[in-house]
Structures are given as C-alpha cells and as structure tokens.
C-alpha cells in the first residue's frame, strides 16, 4: 500500500546537537511539506519542496534545514539553532494539478532533553 | 494572504447529540477547502473537500460540511457523534503557490470531547 512512512515516532535530543527526521513516500507525489504542531497553534509550515532540487522556506524556517535529493524523500533536519526544538512534526505530501489536499504521515515527536 | 478561522477551541457534546464545527475562512478566489481529523499523536487524516459545484459535501465517518459563500463559512456537521469521533478537527483553506501545487492554510483546530 502506498503511504508515507516518517521515523522514529519519538526522537529525544540533548540541548546542542542536530537530529534529523526522516521522511519517505510512495505516492508518487511531487510536492513535500514540513509542519510543525504546538498546543494550541494548529499547524506551521517549515519548509516545502514541489520538485527534486528545490525547496522553499515557510513561516518558521529559522533553525531548521531540509534536503531533496530523491523524489522519495524529504529529510528535516533540526539544528541547534533552533531554540525551542520541542514539538510535534508532520510530513505531508501532495498530489499535484488537482488541489486534492495533503496527506499526512503520522508524525514523529521531538523533546529535548 | 489566506486565512482560517476556528472560533471554538474546544467543544463538548453527549453522545448520540448533534454537532456542528465552525471554520471561516478569508481568500480573495474561489477557495478550495478542506476538513482534517486527528486522533492524539498521530497525523492528520482528510474528512472531505470542498472544490466546486454541490455546497453541500459528504465525507467519511458520517460527516458533512456546507460551504456558504455569503458567509466566508464552512461549517462541519454530524447528526449523531459516537464516542470514536473524540479528536482534533483542523479547516484548511488550499491556495494556489505556483507548479500545480496548492499550500494548505490550516485553522488552529478544535478539539472535540464527547460525554458517553
């Protein structure tokens, strides 16, 4: 069945280091997106990808790295530059030419420790 | 610049009661607009959308939703909630941004507790 796979589930950090979170598709979409979901804030767009090679910063950029190398794939790094790491961190794929919405992969939690 | 508005933060209903979600939304074309659910730490799954045509849309699990272009509104409904509809449900209105893509601008959610 095609879907999204992100890992791990649950990611802890100590203050000062990188981690990255994976995700993987076989959807065949073209466009990736990372949100990241506090309390009470809904979802914030990090950075998005509508093509292999390209990216786009979103709303909250800042601390936060990504890479798209494969259609597949779209790794987010998380950077000791970001301050307040802490969160709950969705990869959302899109189908293009349709405006069909995203799907969603199941997250993975970050928690600095 | 597009935008969602949830007024309901949190909503509390009996089971086998009524329930009706709010969400407005601002953006100056036709909008595309969508109804999200989910469950705790887990991701979000599509209740239905909304694109042209019918006003009045059905989606899984028993839901609907109208869109009321008078009002900027597009409200969720369900005639009867069961204790399994207990989640966050998140509107979210879909933007063109260029190469055949639409960004998502997503409300702040409403999370949804149902007294057995």
């Known amino acids: 069945d095609g879907g999204i796979t992100q890992s791990p589930k649950y990611l802890f950090r100590k203050e000062g280091q990188n981690v990255t979170l994976s995700c993987e598709q076989n959807l065949n979409h073209d466009a990736m997106y990372w949100y990241r979901q506090d309390p009470g804030q809904g979802l914030r767009l990090i950075y998005y990808s509508q093509i292999v090679n390209d990216f786009q910063k979103g709303d909250i950029a800042e601390g936060y790295s990504v890479s798209r190398e494969k259609k597949e794939s779209f790794p987010l790094t998380v950077t000791s530059a970001q301050k307040n790491p802490t969160a709950f961190y969705l990869c959302?794929?899109?189908?293009?030419?349709?405006?069909?919405?995203?799907?969603f992969g199941s997250g993975t939690r970050l928690t600095v420790v | 610049a597009q935008s969602v508005t949830q007024p309901d933060i949190h909503i509390t209903v009996s089971e086998g009661a009524s329930l009706e979600l709010r969400c407005n939304y601002s953006y100056g074309a036709t909008p595309y607009l969508f109804w999200y659910v989910q469950s705790p730490g887990q991701g979000l799954q599509l209740l239905l959308k909304y694109f042209s045509g019918d006003t009045l849309v059905q989606g899984i699990k028993g839901f609907e939703a109208e869109f009321k272009r008078s009002q900027s509104s597009f409200n969720l409904r369900k005639p009867s909630v069961h204790w399994s509809d207990a989640a966050e449900y998140f509107c979210a209105v879909a933007a063109y941004s260029g190469a055949g893509s639409y960004q998502l601008t997503f409300g702040k959610g409403t999370k949804l507790s149902v007294i057995p």
């Open positions: 959302a794929t899109e189908k293009r030419q349709g405006g069909y919405g995203y799907t």
